[in-house]
């Protein structure tokens, strides 16, 4: 099941490629630009830089083509070349990116939870770390799911381009209703239950209760959990609904993905719950947007 990411502006570079000098030129848009992991050799729900995707976007041409990733910028937006018309371009959720660009050729993705956070169970609130293939998981309906496998991932933070490596913080009380009961951090990815919406983290950054965690915080390297359950699921992680893993993300990311493949070998595409899904603020509904907003200095 290739991974498919959502973006709304296209930065157009013309034929020269990025370097140290390059600004950013006024974005192509709003509109849609959707990148899909499905021109590589796998469709794990990754594309290594010099490795092909499908772009889709009116913006750039107007018929699906397939890209090479040329690299990410530093605020993390991936490059592509785009063979058809010549060009290289930046895709993006930001309208108003000034200045250089920068550019990189290394990136990875993250979709977890990070160490510390407390996911309750039948025996009451246990750190994610310590989950066991087997413990008992509570549901956001109260009904409880076995843990089947909680997946390691090593984030490496010295060479990933910066934005795309930064977890996202949700203070406590944040998402309201006093949720999360205590500070919540997870990758930018990773989808939290929000007036029936699946909204990615990072779609819901407002720059003061809900905010990208420095690097510096995080040393060079950090680690990340995903639980696996049977299902989809929606769990509480520090008494917030969070989804369990969604094999849209290829579960090789992880460090021990071999303890996956001995348990279980080749296993059926997993079925997402029925909610809608915001990978990007664009698609955060309005209403999210405005209860979940940052407070207004008086």
Known sequence: MPTIETYTYAYVLGTTAPDATTV??????????????????????????????LLNSPLLVPFPVTAQLYGFTSSGDPVFFEPLTGNCAIVSNNPSLTGNIGFTTTGTYAY????GTE??????????????????????????????????????????????????????GSLGDGLPHSDLTVTADHGMLVDGVICHAGALVNGTTITRVPLAEMGETYTVYHIETEEHEIILAN???????????????FDNYAEFEALYGDVPEMEELPYPRAMSARQVPGHIRARLAAPKVA
């Open 24 to 53: 950013y030129p006024v974005p192509d848009g709003p509109g849609s630009v959707t990148v899909e992991d499905s021109e590589d050799s796998t469709a794990d729900g990754f594309t290594a830089v010099g490795d092909n995707a």
């Open 112 to 115: 977890c939870f990070a160490e």
């Open 119 to 172: 996911i309750m169970t039948d025996a009451g609130g246990k750190p994610v770390e310590q989950l066991k293939i087997g413990h008992m998981v509570t549901t956001a309906d109260g009904t409880l799911a076995p843990v089947k496998w909680i997946g390691r991932q090593t984030v490496s933070t010295r060479f990933g381009p910066a934005e795309r490596l930064m977890p996202v913080r949700f203070a406590a």
């Open 239 to 253: 008494g917030a609904p969070a989804e369990t893993f969604i094999d849209n993300v290829s579960r090789r990311v």
